[in-house]
């Protein structure tokens, strides 16, 4: 028991330092990414903050294996470093007895990970999707600033204008682009105010002095309209509906289904945890260093190996989706990179120590 908790000592350390650190930097991209809609008046601060927090929740199911797999590396390199692995050894203690409490861990790492590949990552997905169609359907033209182009609705409603009073909800030279079914319509006024129609809770923006466009997007017609005054509802009637994701989708529903996008997702997160056990056991060979390597000579091929299996994962599960791979075993194909690795290092330092040896 002395030894289990003197290992997992040893690599919970590193794995809360850099869990905190990827967590941070992870974070400060988001940042950098949804500050940028705050600026321009598309989001409010506190729904920067919540897209944050639910985008580093969904993180997580990356970050944790990711950290474990390095922290194992970079502990159980620095116990060979220092000579505690070979005293170890000189004293009966064999490398099975040393690998337990990794393993161990490994599996508690994994069953967290589960939890949130299969429920936190999708309940996550689902109220960062809800967030963004609400602050979508939240918006008006005092959110907007000059010369800048507004994309809503991804990207079936776009709204620009030369000069914007942001105080009294006026704006000059405004264009709204719309598509609706299979037609797009442009809008455009020389001047517009927003106004509060008591029919409707949603803002009703006046127009004069503009035309509309419409065009069909197939065959050759059209309609072209003057008028001097006009009357745009900014947002539909219908009650407010964020659009599927698969992402989001609940895991439950997913078992229950013939859709190669969605059978590619189940599977996707199913393996996540697969993955975990995999990486946190091929970093126990990976660890394995002479002093004279120094205890960071294995971290670039530790790194290669992991975002070769990342991306091995990620290309399978995109070619399941698209019906370029059979079903099955589909994604699970991608988890055979890791045992052979395993056995490859594992060989490989058989051979090293049978020559020492002889």
């Keep these: 028991m002395i030894l289990d908790r003197y290992i997992l000592r040893t690599i919970l350390q590193p794995t809360i330092i850099i869990c905190t650190i990827l967590v941070c930097i992870f974070a400060s991209f988001m940042a ?10 598309l989001l409010s601060a506190g ?34 470093n220092k000579g505690e692995m070979l005293a170890m050894s000189a004293s009966g203690i064999t490398a099975l007895r040393i ?9 508690a790492i994994g069953v967290l990970v589960s939890v949130f590949s299969l429920y936190i990552r999708p309940w996550a997905w689902t109220q960062f999707f809800h967030l963004k169609t609400q602050a979508q359907a939240n918006f008006d ?22 000069a914007v009073d942001g105080q009294k909800t006026k704006a000059q030279n405004i264009f709204f682009i719309v598509k609706r079914n299979d037609a797009l319509r442009v809008v455009y006024a020389h001047e517009a105010a927003q106004l509060q129609n008591e029919s ?30 006009a009357a745009l509802l900014l947002q539909p009637q219908s009650p407010l509906l964020t659009e599927y994701r698969v992402k989001a989708a609940p895991t439950g529903a997913l078992f229950n289904t013939e859709k190669l996008e969605e059978v590619a ?16 056991i091929l970093a126990i060979p990976l660890s394995q260093a002479s002093r004279r390597q120094g205890q960071q000579a294995r971290l670039p091929l530790a790194i290669l190996i992991f975002a070769l299996a990342y991306n091995l994962g990620a290309v399978t599960k995109k070619m399941v989706a698209h019906g370029e791979l059979s079903a099955f075993p589909g994604v699970f194909w991608s988890q055979l990179f890791l045992p ?10 058989a051979r090293f120590r049978f020559r020492q040896r002889v």
């Design 340 to 349: 052979v690795c395993l056995v490859l290092l594992v060989g490989r330092a």
């Design 32 to 41: 950098a990414r949804y500050w940028e809609d705050a600026a321009n008046g």
């Design 99 to 107: 690998s337990r409490p990794v393993v161990l861990l490994a599996v």
């Design 200 to 229: 409707h809770e949603d803002p009703v923006v006046s127009l004069r002095d503009g035309r509309l466009y419409e065009f069909a997007e197939q065959g050759d017609k059209g309609l072209v309209l003057e008028f001097n005054r």
């Design 265 to 280: 997702e189940l599977q996707w997160r199913l393996v996540t945890p697969l993955s975990c056990v995999f990486l946190a």
């Design 141 to 162: 033209l005092s959110h907007m600033q000059d010369g800048i182009f507004y994309e809503n609705g991804d990207g079936n409603r776009v709204i620009f204008a030369s």
């Design 47 to 80: 729904a920067v903050f919540t897209l944050i927090l639910l985008r580093v929740l969904i993180a997580l199911e990356v970050l944790l294996p990711t950290t474990l797999y390095l922290s194992v590396v970079l502990a159980l390199g620095t116990l060979h």
